[in-house]
């Protein structure tokens, strides 16, 4: 079945300490992004990639960091630069064709926790 | 910068009654989305309806309709015959005219379905 999987579902790190989230795609999407929720915020944009080695800086990209290498993958390295990184992440794409729609797939979501 | 205010931190709704949920929103934009999304507890978060703000006539999916109220910047949503498994956290959001996708999504109420 064509989704979004996203790992680890949960991951604890020490303060200091980069962490990657994984966020896969077999839907053939060419946009993917990623935000962040965190209770009572809703959801904030951190980094978006329209297209294969092209990402921009979303509204919260301070202390993280993002590839894409491949069409299907759109890692985010959370770093120590991150002053808060407790946080729910959530990771998204959109079909081809359908980039002014607002119409985004989730995937289920990784909760990082910093000790 | 557009911003959107959901006031319902939590609501609740007797199993097959009718509940709304309210959404407000601020931006200088003529053209415009807004959406309602769904996210069930520890599942994906699904688009539930879209309303483009030039169509004067309320979307409309099954059980879902909103009431968008442009001069007011207004857009709630009726749930109709309330369903347990509608439970879950609602978000509000907005996106300008062919901005990618880049939404900006309200706080979200959390709306429980008690049989």
Same mark, same amino acid.
């Given at each position: 079945?064509?989704?979004? /999987?996203?790992?680890? #579902?949960?991951?604890?790190?020490?303060?200091?300490?980069?962490? +990657?989230? &994984?966020?896969?795609?077999?839907?053939?999407?060419?946009?993917?992004?990623?935000?962040?929720?965190?209770?009572?915020?809703?959801?904030?944009?951190?980094?978006?990639?329209?297209?294969?080695?092209?990402?921009?800086?979303?509204?919260?990209?301070?202390?993280?960091?993002? &590839?894409?290498?491949?069409?299907? &993958?759109?890692?985010? +390295?959370? /770093?120590?630069?991150? #002053?808060?990184? /407790?946080?729910?992440?959530?990771?998204?794409? +959109?079909?081809?064709?359908?980039?002014? +729609?607002?119409?985004?797939?989730?995937?289920?979501?990784?909760?990082? /926790?910093?000790? | 910068?557009? %911003?959107? %205010?959901?006031?319902?931190?939590?609501?609740?709704?007797?199993?097959?009654?009718?509940?709304?949920?309210?959404? %407000?929103?601020?931006?200088?934009?003529?053209?415009?989305?807004?959406?309602?999304?769904?996210?069930?507890?520890?599942?994906?978060?699904?688009?539930?309806?879209?309303?483009?703000?030039? =169509?004067?006539?309320?979307?409309?999916?099954?059980?879902?309709?909103?009431?968008?109220? =442009?001069?007011? =910047?207004?857009?709630?949503? =009726?749930?109709?015959?309330?369903?347990?498994?509608?439970?879950?956290?609602?978000?509000?959001?907005?996106?300008?005219?062919?901005?990618?996708?880049?939404?900006?999504?309200?706080?979200?109420?959390?709306?429980?379905?008690?049989?």
């Amino acid at each position: 079945d064509g989704g979004i /999987t996203q790992s680890p #579902k949960y991951l604890f790190r020490k303060e200091g300490q980069n962490v +990657t989230l &994984s966020c896969e795609q077999n839907l053939n999407h060419d946009a993917m992004y990623w935000y962040r929720q965190d209770p009572g915020q809703g959801l904030r944009l951190i980094y978006y990639s329209q297209i294969v080695n092209d990402f921009q800086k979303g509204d919260i990209a301070e202390g993280y960091s993002v &590839s894409r290498e491949k069409k299907e &993958s759109f890692p985010l +390295t959370v /770093t120590s630069a991150q #002053k808060n990184p /407790t946080a729910f992440y959530l990771c998204a794409s +959109t079909a081809p064709g359908r980039i002014s +729609t607002g119409e985004l797939f989730f995937g289920e979501g990784s909760r990082l /926790t910093v000790l | 910068a557009q %911003t959107v %205010t959901q006031s319902q931190p939590e609501m609740s709704v007797q199993e097959a009654e009718t509940v709304t949920l309210s959404c %407000t929103y601020d931006t200088s934009e003529n053209n415009y989305y807004l959406f309602w999304y769904k996210q069930p507890p520890s599942r994906q978060m699904i688009l539930v309806i879209r309303q483009e703000a030039y =169509k004067q006539q309320n979307a409309t999916e099954n059980r879902f309709s909103v009431n968008f109220q =442009k001069a007011a =910047k207004s857009f709630s949503l =009726k749930i109709s015959d309330s369903q347990l498994g509608d439970t879950a956290m609602y978000f509000c959001a907005f996106m300008k005219q062919y901005d990618g996708n880049k939404l900006v999504f309200g706080a979200g109420t959390i709306l429980r379905v008690k049989s």
